[in-house]
């Protein structure tokens, strides 16, 4: 055996003795028995059991820092991108058991504040900068949005270090379960979530904004676009670095000919669901509320169908409800909770 094939054994022995025992209870006399070597010889390679400590975490912390950074790395939208990492870091957990292990148990003495933790450091800084776009559409600041990062990795970290011992559901269910609740939130949490970038036919995701207007009586508008049969809420898809909010003003004026201040419009929350009239498309929404004031006969203050806007319906919510031609954003989300908070 050469020198280097000696030295790749001992960090493999040491990394089995390390992550069962941990740095204390591993001594150098068991890494010499387990590989079939004498002290001396580990000696010889690594000067002491501290630096053949550090030089196995550090191979580990390299490998997961480069799974990780490979599944941000992908040209997908920051949905997928969840999926990707929290796959990731599952399957690295189960290709490579005795590593994380170590990276999560005892900080060499070369990284006292934990190398498990200047991991994640790192990982926060690309996930923040990966969603800064969709935090600042959903009006949070640079600071806000740093937090929300630290609470997004640290929910997949510490399921991860779950998932190390208990190993079930399989690593697609936990998944698609942390995706299901870090992306949809607790109020849409979907029944059967799946990993969507493990699809061959995995679906478009359209990010749009939506305005449920209302007059005075209460009723809701909807409309139905040209050449389709759904009726839905008036609203339509981002324009690149526009915000939710900048996007349904435009939208109102573009689509109903009303000029609508953003302060004007009452924020509803999000949805992510299927489209109402795309095959295979999902739709990511920022959701908004605009109580129409009286017009007083003026024309210029009623709504009036325009661009792709065909038809306009006024409806009571109870019987918007009973439709067959409504879109699942409504009939899924924001009818039941109207009807659920009269």
């Known amino acids: 055996m050469t020198g280097v094939q000696r030295r790749a054994q001992l960090i493999e022995v040491a990394r089995g003795l390390f992550a069962l025992r941990g740095l204390d209870g591993a001594t150098i006399e068991d890494i010499a028995a387990a590989a079939g070597v004498s002290k001396p010889v580990v000696y010889e390679h690594f000067g002491s059991k501290e630096a053949l400590y550090t030089e196995v975490v550090e191979a580990e912390f390299?490998?997961?820092?480069?799974?990780i950074t490979e599944a941000l790395g992908a040209d997908a939208g920051p949905r997928i991108l969840i999926e990707r990492v929290a796959y990731a870091l599952l399957d690295y957990i189960e290709s490579h058991t005795d590593g994380f292990r170590i990276l999560v148990r005892d900080a060499p003495p070369s990284q006292p504040e934990g190398t498990f933790a200047t991991l994640l450091s790192r990982v926060t800084s690309h996930v923040?900068?990966?969603?800064s776009k969709e935090f600042s559409n959903r009006g949070l600041s640079a600071e806000v949005g740093g937090m929300y990062a630290?609470?997004?990795?640290?929910?997949?970290?510490?399921t991860g270090q779950w998932w190390l011992d208990a190993r079930t559901p399989d690593k697609a269910t936990v998944a698609a379960h942390l995706v299901n609740l870090s992306w949809n939130g607790l109020t849409g949490l979907q029944k059967d979530p799946e990993l969507r970038?493990?699809?061959?036919?995995?679906?478009?995701?359209?990010?749009?904004?939506?305005?449920?207007?209302?007059?005075?009586?209460?009723?809701?508008?909807?409309?139905?676009?040209?050449?389709?049969?759904?009726?839905?809420?008036p609203g339509g898809?981002?324009?690149?670095?526009?915000?939710f909010s900048a996007a349904a003003a435009r939208e109102m004026q573009e689509e109903l000919g009303l000029t609508v201040a953003e302060s004007e419009l009452e924020v509803l929350g999000d949805w992510y669901g299927p489209a109402a009239n795309e095959e295979n498309t999902f739709i990511d929404a920022g959701l908004f509320a605009y109580t129409l004031p009286a017009s007083n006969g003026d024309p210029a203050r009623e709504p009036a169908a325009a661009a792709e806007i065909e038809e306009l319906l006024w409806m009571d919510p109870a019987e918007a409800l009973k439709r067959e031609d409504i879109s699942p954003l409504l009939r899924e989300h924001i009818l039941p909770q109207m009807l659920a908070g009269a």
């Not at 390299?62 to 799974?67: E, I, M, Q, S, T």
């Open 62 to 67: 390299n490998r997961l820092l480069a799974v």
């Open 128 to 131: 923040e900068h990966i969603l």
């Open 150 to 158: 630290q609470m997004l990795v640290g929910m997949v970290a510490m």
């Open 197 to 233: 970038h493990m699809q061959k036919d995995a679906p478009v995701v359209l990010t749009l904004s939506a305005v449920l207007v209302r007059d005075a009586d209460g009723r809701i508008l909807l409309v139905r676009k040209r050449g389709t049969g759904k009726f839905m809420q």
């Open 237 to 243: 898809k981002l324009e690149p670095g526009e915000s």
